[in-house]
């Protein structure tokens, strides 16, 4: 199989998009904006520029944007920091899915698999870039290029469709994470107020005595709606980078908070299952994939770096601090709560301002955060709509599509309320297409007709199956709990302490 030469120049992320002036917005505005004359060209390069927000997390991007070019740790940093999002506070219940020990080894399985998947991408993105003397490549490109260079004559003739199934998912995904997010923010702030009574500064005698009555979490929902739809409007990538900054802030303050609260009074481990059901290990698997989702982020990393023949290295590194920190959350969360653990974890911590404070600390990083995520399918969908129309309603058509697209991700939220599930849903249904089932495939096609080794060819075949029953078991289970679950149609989210 061809190694491309990282010698040559590294090929520059088309995530860094010119700024230019808004053509809509007000006077003085910085904006990115597409070519209007051809929206595939224009779905295309947003898709590179938007491939840096694909990890669920707030930071990434707004950060490469206005760096030239940077150096090694800065991209550790930026991959570490670019997969921590609502998905870490969910390992736990996770874990307990899986099994005390199925789940943490199946964690470093899917860490090691999915670093594997990342480099293959930045194989083939470099390997066409050197072919085809271009200066950048992303995913959508990568793909498409891919099945150009496939020995199939009808992969050939479609390979356009490449790039088009690439953004269908990372609009899917994208929007899942919203979806998450909404959920997030309803149920942190609903365990909030109904305790507010009871809370107490006292973190180490914590008894909550009364409990304020709430309304349904569907209405928390629909009060965060009006704040959500305000965040949707803003349309310059400068100001989403200060949302970034205090995303970043609170999360980490309230991570290092839940891992000091969780390594206290571990009790004896010995009762818990070793493996747990199949069916529930279903919903592991696409808790685990929606964490690990941050293949989107790759490229954009690698062509930034100054040195770009070190991002192999310090891809492995930045994965293995992730995933260790993930096994690390998931095992002693699940050890710490064991069954009690709840579908975000900063919903078993105690019922003291202190641990009240990180419900709050994330909420305002959730709340930042969704403005980033919306940023990415609101800018390949949007562009392509007012190609359609006259100048003069480009502004009408951009906002109301933004409105809509807010209050379609507050339904969907509504219409999935269970934490846990929409978690299992959006990692089975979207990223496990993006992390595990197209990178392996791309490799086959970009490589099979200048000869690839059996065994490197069943690997590949094996990793995307493995994607794939994932993809049908996770999907399927979700779906099933859903159905049969009393909450899902009575949604009874009442908080309780002792």
Known sequence: MQTPDHSQEPCLSEAVMPMTKSAEGPPGAVDLKMDLKSPPQSAEKLQNKDSGFLDGSPSESPGLETTKGIT????????????????????????KNAGILMGPLSLLAMGLISCHCMHILVRCAQHFCHRLNKPFMDYGDTVMHGLEASPSTWLRNHAHWGRHIV????????LGFCCVYIVFLADNLKQVVEAVNGTTSNCHD??????????????YMLTFLPFLMLLALVRNLRILTIFSLLANISMLVSLI??????????????????????????????????????????????????DARRFPVILSLGM????????????????????????????????????????LLYIIGILC??????????????????????????????????????CLTCILAILVPRLDLVLSLVGSVSSS???????????????????????TIIKDALISILGFVGFVMGTYQALDELIQSEHFLTFPNSTTFT
């Open 72 to 95: 090694a740790f800065q991209t550790l940093v930026h991959l570490v920091k670019g997969n921590i999002g609502t998905g870490i506070l969910g390992l736990p219940l996770a874990v």
């Open 167 to 174: 953004s269908f998912f990372l609009i899917v995904t994208q």
């Open 206 to 219: 914590n008894v909550t005595v009364i409990l304020m009555p709430t309304m349904d979490s569907r209405l």
């Open 257 to 306: 908070i839940i891992i000091q609260y969780i390594t206290q009074g571990i009790p004896d481990p010995s009762q818990l299952p070793l493996v747990a059901n199949w069916k529930t290990y279903a919903l592991f698997f696409g808790t685990a994939i929606f964490s690990f989702e941050s293949i989107g982020v790759v490229l954009p990393l690698e062509n930034k770096m100054k």
């Open 320 to 359: 293995s601090i992730i995933t260790a920190l993930y096994i690390s959350i998931g095992t002693l969360g699940y050890l710490r709560f064991r069954n009690d653990i709840k579908a975000s974890i900063t919903l078993n911590l105690p019922n003291c301002w202190l641990y009240q404070s990180v419900k």
């Open 369 to 406: 955060t969704y403005s980033l995520q919306f940023y990415v399918p609101a800018e390949i969908i949007i562009p392509f709509a007012i190609s359609k129309v006259s100048q003069r309603w480009a502004l009408p058509l951009d906002l109301s599509i933004r409105l809509v697209m807010a």
């Open 433 to 455: 297409a993006l992390a595990l089932i197209i990178p392996p495939l791309l490799e086959i096609v970009t490589y099979y007709s200048e000869g690839m080794s059996l065994l």
